[in-house]
């Protein structure tokens, strides 16, 4: 974005407007600082900070990783308030060219203020061993209701050739939600992104392909804090159960009986260190649009993950990398009758990294990229010149983390983020220069939890 210009001069003034306001706001009305906590009904059952689970939420520390394997039931808070937590999400977006018609309905071309999304939760112990993460949002761009992200857990230890063990049950609906690693898709950065800016058509199956469409039950075992292995099934909720839920579209696909998912990492935590190495992924035998008579498509993807933390209470700095590798057999999406695809046989990669760098876990840093890139086929992306799926981005984020170390007296489990965040687009979907930048976004937001 050329900040010289207009409209550039503009939207820096508007962002800094907003996010001086909310800061003022905040640092003012919340006065009078006590102990900050992570997700609030968490912290008021472990009586923990926000910085004992979370390197600058929602990226998760060992100890973080810890209470969600073992089914978030650890005690030690003294609140007697039932495990509900509140969050609402504030943004500002601006794109380099806006729009014809809007971002979307009831939005202008360009510089939109919105309510991302309100959230309600369910977070935290449901009896001995048995907890959960469970949301239902409202989404303020699409003006709907829906559930979201899910993870009930049953987990229990035992004594392994020596050595503690964690095994438990995960029953989730989306691919990844209940992995512990901020490496995976659900929980890698970007942790939040415009969407009222134009993102890049294609993904592999495992990055939100069958978020929130699903069910699916994983078995894992967590030995000696070193070794952890999970494996489980998912499998395509009902039309009906998905319009129950808000999460039905016609142009959902369907698995065709389970899908096989597996997780496998390393882990190795000594003094103020943690690294991760593993693997993950997920096979399916799929229904495009759950149309019936044209056989199926097949489709595995195989994640390669890493990651590097090292957290001192001043600073604290962490690395992620990963990369996905899907092979498609599209017998089904490339039969003529259907043409949804030109070719019976694609593969598609995606790399991500990102490095994050925080101060006293209230300002912080990051610096993102990410690559995507496959096979050519015109028809599934037609707004390519080459016909190829490729496209890069590099991100940049700045965030605030006011209460960390201190919230309202008489509401000290208040989370707040500000932050701001740019995408840069060198390639888009296949387009290279103006044609892949004109999608640069600027986003800013705003973004609370009690």
Not at 78 to 91: G, Q, R, W
Not at 110 to 121: H, I, R, V
Not at 250 to 258: F, P, R, T, Y
Not at 340 to 346: D, G, R
């Amino acid at each position: 974005m050329d900040i010289g210009s207009g409209s550039g001069r503009r939207a820096i003034s508007a962002i800094s407007i907003a996010l001086a306001v909310a800061a003022a706001a905040g640092i003012a009305f919340f006065a009078a600082p006590r102990h900050a906590q992570a997700l609030p009904s968490y912290a008021r059952q472990t009586g923990q900070q926000c910085a004992a689970c979370h390197n600058g939420f929602p990226e998760l520390t060992p100890y973080g990783r810890l209470f969600k394997l073992n089914g978030y039931v650890f005690g030690g808070g003294s609140s007697d308030l039932p495990p509900i937590a509140v969050m609402n999400f504030d943004s500002f977006t601006h794109t380099q060219t806006g729009q014809p018609g809007g971002a979307a309905p009831h939005f202008g071309q360009n510089n939109n203020f919105a309510t991302d999304q309100t959230s309600l939760f369910y977070g935290g112990a449901i009896a001995s061993n048995l907890g959960a993460f469970a949301q239902v949002t409202y989404d303020g761009i699409g003006r709907a209701f829906s559930w979201d992200n899910t993870d009930i857990r049953y987990a229990r230890t035992a004594n392994i050739a020596g050595a503690e063990t964690v095994l438990g049950l995960s029953l989730n609906n989306n691919p990844t939600v209940q992995d512990v690693w901020n490496t995976t898709p659900a929980w890698s950065f970007p942790f939040v992104s415009s969407k009222l800016a134009p993102t890049p058509l294609a993904a592999t199956m495992i990055e939100g392909g069958f978020a929130q469409q699903v069910a699916g039950l994983t078995t894992y075992a967590y030995w000696d804090r070193l070794v952890y292995l999970e494996a489980g099934v998912y499998r395509t909720l009902s039309p009906g159960v998905q319009r129950a839920f808000g999460a039905f579209s016609s142009a959902n696909n369907g698995i065709n009986g389970v899908a096989p998912y597996w997780r496998a990492a390393v882990q190795r935590d000594w003094y103020r260190n943690s690294l991760e190495a593993g693997l993950f992924g997920m096979a399916a035998s799929v229904k495009p649009q759950r149309l019936g008579g044209f056989g199926a498509d097949h489709l595995t993807d195989v994640g390669i993950d890493a990651q590097y933390q090292f957290l001192t209470d001043r600073n604290s700095f962490s690395l992620q990398a990963s990369a996905i590798f899907e092979n498609q057999n599209l017998s089904a999406s490339g039969n003529p009758t259907l043409g949804l695809a030109s070719n019976t046989h694609n593969t598609l990669r995606s790399l991500h990294a990102k490095a994050s760098y925080y101060y006293d876990q209230t300002y912080g840093v990051t610096l993102g990229a990410f690559r995507l890139d496959g096979s050519a086929d015109p028809t599934l992306y037609p707004d390519s010149p080459s016909g190829k799926p490729n496209s890069t981005g590099i991100i940049g984020e700045l965030d605030y983390i006011p209460f960390n170390h201190g919230g309202p007296s008489f509401w000290p489990w208040l989370n707040l983020k500000l932050g701001v965040q740019y995408i840069y687009y060198p390639q888009f979907d296949g387009q290279v220069g103006s044609a892949a930048t004109k999608n640069n976004t600027l986003y800013a937001f705003v973004w609370f939890a009690f």
